[in-house]
């Protein structure tokens, strides 16, 4: 589907500041958070829910109607969304004005620090109900699946402590676990990426048509062109060189560049390296994220675009001579 | 009740009346819900209604398959729960799926949920629209009895659509779908359509490569 401005920050904007609340709270409890530093983690997380905030604006076509948005909270993860990251954006907001106005007093107190991991429990409520708003939706192939759920909230959490390192000078226990952090979540993204690939051969024609012969070309879609425009749950197929280099920078910015450098800081390397992991983080969702919706593919495909060949996904035997056809 | 339209794809010619009737009748009056500001600049607009047009098979042996495409007013619409503001709805009486324009906020998340992409997103309003089986059509009452169904099913001319209730069990489309073994598009989705379509009776006939030339020399 089109990778629209709005959805890109909105989710990514969502996903830092859970991050980064997580930073937040992890860094909190292993003692030796400076108020400084406490202060810059807030300032920095709110900044980044604000900014996904303003974006569901845009994502709205029609704001007149916008005050029926929880009428739907039973069955609408749409409906849950907005309730969940007003909640996440609540509690981040009064965390904020506990840190920035009340001081050292307020941060030393047990109810900040549970205040601090009710901010990380409703961040992480926020980024899961988002993230089952796609992996929900039966038609869009490439999201249905608990994988979806699983990597939406890893790479928001790994980008959030890649952005919070810049701030936040790690110690080798958290640096530890971020190195943890981004072997786990390569690993289901790139599970996630062979989903989407097996997704893209489930457009069949004999399901989208009711046709038995296969394979099948579109001859017309009932307009002059492709109705893209209209339709932006569909979007022309990515090239397989477009999307392979997207998925390779993607990787390597989300997953190698932080891991050398993240490794490059357990060995002794200079400080500095923690900026060059929040770049590659900031810049790797970005390119992950346009991948999410620009690589989806729909089961209304099958009326937009041609079959594509499939081989048999079964081990073939190829010992046997060739079958004469009379 | 269920209302539903049931296309026989061996009548179905491709000629997209229906397609162009759906257009003329959602457009026309003060009303018209169909955007078509400028229909002679870009005709490549909202249309409720396409009809796909696909080719299959191997030359020499293919066939050509017409698809008159519009909302399948699905028993379980897809398209209706995901919907946080309650514009979209099926209707308890006649199982229509509508959308109150009013309450939408064109977030077009019933368009990802819409298995078979049949919702549409108006650009000037800002909001979603789709098939309304031409509810102000079925439910006139000033109309002539027969003329209370869907502008695409009374423009066709080769009477390959039926407009009935799909749920009573005497109706001609309920006898249709079960004496002709009427199928319904994607059921691996869950969705259950109720517009439901008639399959093509027998297959093209086989052409061997080796006589094509001995065919072709007959017919021309």
Redesign the interface.
């Known amino acids: 589907?089109r990778p629209t401005p709005p959805l890109l920050i909105l989710t990514i904007g969502q996903g830092l500041a859970g991050g980064i609340v997580l930073a937040f709270a992890f860094l909190k409890s292993l003692g030796g958070l400076s108020q400084s530093t406490a202060e810059a983690l807030v300032i920095m997380a709110l900044g980044t829910a604000f900014i996904g905030g303003v974006a569901s604006f845009f994502?709205?076509?029609?704001?007149a109607?916008?005050r029926?948005?929880?009428?739907?909270l039973k069955?609408?993860?749409?409906?849950r969304e907005?309730l969940t990251t007003g909640l996440f954006g609540g509690s981040l907001a009064i965390l904020a004005v506990l840190t920035i106005f009340f001081g050292r007093a307020m941060m030393v107190s047990p109810g900040y620090w549970v205040w601090t991991w009710l901010c990380v429990a409703t961040g992480l409520l926020a980024m899961w109900v988002t993230a089952m708003?796609y992996a929900t939706?039966?038609?869009?192939l490439s999201w249905h699946g608990a994988l979806t759920v699983l990597a939406f909230i890893m790479v928001g959490v790994l980008s959030g402590f890649g952005l919070a390192a810049i701030v936040a000078p790690l110690n080798a226990t958290v640096w530890v676990a971020f190195l943890v952090l981004v072997v786990g979540t390569a690993i289901v993204k790139g599970m996630h990426w062979a989903h989407f690939a097996e997704a893209r051969g489930k457009i069949r024609?004999s399901?989208?048509?009711?046709?038995p012969?296969?394979?099948?070309?579109?001859?017309?879609?009932?307009?002059?062109?492709p109705?893209y425009?209209?339709?932006?749950?569909?979007w022309p197929v990515l090239s397989p060189g477009l999307r392979r280099t997207v998925m390779l920078a993607a990787a390597f910015l989300l997953f190698v560049v932080p891991l050398g450098l993240t490794l490059a800081q357990l060995l002794g390397g200079p400080s500095l390296l923690r900026f060059g992991v929040a770049v590659a983080a900031i810049g790797g969702v970005f390119l992950e994220r346009w991948l999410f919706f620009g690589d989806a593919t729909?089961?209304?495909?099958v009326?937009?675009s041609d079959e594509m060949a499939a081989l048999p996904r079964v081990p073939l035997n190829t010992n046997r001579r060739p079958t004469r056809v009379p | 009740m269920q209302l539903t339209i049931i296309t026989d794809l061996n009548k179905c010619v491709g000629c997209k009346s229906c397609q162009v009737s759906c257009k003329e009748h959602n457009t026309s009056g003060a009303f018209g819900p169909v955007p078509d500001e400028s229909p002679y600049q870009d005709p490549d607009g909202m249309w409720w209604n396409r009809i796909v047009t696909m080719e299959s098979g191997e030359y020499p042996n293919t066939s050509v398959l017409y698809l008159p495409k519009a909302c399948m007013h699905c028993y379980d619409a897809p398209c209706v729960p995901v919907c946080p503001t309650g514009a979209s709805y099926k209707r308890e009486d006649n199982g229509v799926v509508l959308v109150d324009y009013d309450s939408c906020i064109g977030c077009q998340l019933c368009m990802w949920a819409c298995p078979y992409g049949v919702r549409e997103f108006d650009e000037e309003e800002g909001v979603v629209k789709k098939c309304t089986m031409c509810i102000d059509r079925i439910e006139d009452d000033s109309l002539p009895e027969k003329e209370r169904q869907p502008a695409c099913v009374q423009s066709c001319p080769t009477h390959a659509r039926t407009f009935g209730d799909l749920d009573d069990p005497d109706s001609e489309v309920a006898r249709l779908v079960q004496e002709r073994q009427g199928f319904g598009l994607m059921p691996e989705l869950g969705a259950r359509p109720a517009v439901h379509y008639l399959p093509r009776r027998k297959a093209p006939s086989q052409v061997h490569p080796d006589e094509l030339d001995i065919f072709m020399g007959e017919r021309y």
């Open positions: 589907m994502h709205m076509h029609r704001l109607a916008a029926y948005v929880l009428r739907r069955t609408s993860w749409l409906s907005a708003l939706i039966p038609a869009m024609a399901t989208g048509t009711g046709l012969f296969s394979p099948y070309r579109l001859q017309d879609t009932g307009t002059t062109k109705p425009r209209t339709q932006t749950q569909v729909h089961s209304s495909r009326f937009l």
